[in-house]
């Protein structure tokens, strides 16, 4: 039974900081790539950052302009994303996921290699 869990979310005002994690249980962390997503309000969802299990990253076109950032703790199962500077464009839903066990390619823009999926969650950037 695999569990993937964002947490971290939250009402922040313009400038501020947030930290999201997504802890995934059930597969050996190690193995996988993991990633984050978001949607926001009237767009489809986006790619952010991927973090490929063989120790590569992945940057895609919405992840912030360098504001963003993604690391991972394996001895923790977690997957991070730091996020400074925040403006009210970041509001939406972000998503944490998880492909295949050593999976070629699992990183994308648009997620459809990803397996697992957790929830969301809500971000929103308003003063």
């Known amino acids: 039974q695999v569990q993937v869990m964002e947490s971290g979310g939250g009402l922040v005002n313009p400038g501020e900081s947030l930290r999201l994690s997504c802890t995934i249980s059930?597969?050996?962390?190690?193995?996988?790539?993991v990633g984050w997503f978001r949607q926001t309000p009237g767009n489809a969802r986006e790619g952010l950052l991927c973090s490929a299990w063989s120790g590569a990253t992945a940057r895609y076109s919405s992840s912030g302009n360098g504001r963003f950032t993604i690391s991972r703790d394996n001895t923790k199962n977690t997957l991070y994303l730091q996020m400074n500077d925040l403006n009210p464009g970041d509001t939406g839903t972000y998503f944490c996921a998880a492909g295949g066990p050593h999976a070629s390619g699992a990183c994308s823009n648009s997620g459809h290699a990803m397996r697992y999926w957790g929830r969301g969650t809500q971000v929103t950037v308003s003063s």
């Open positions: 059930g597969l050996t962390f190690d193995d996988y790539s």
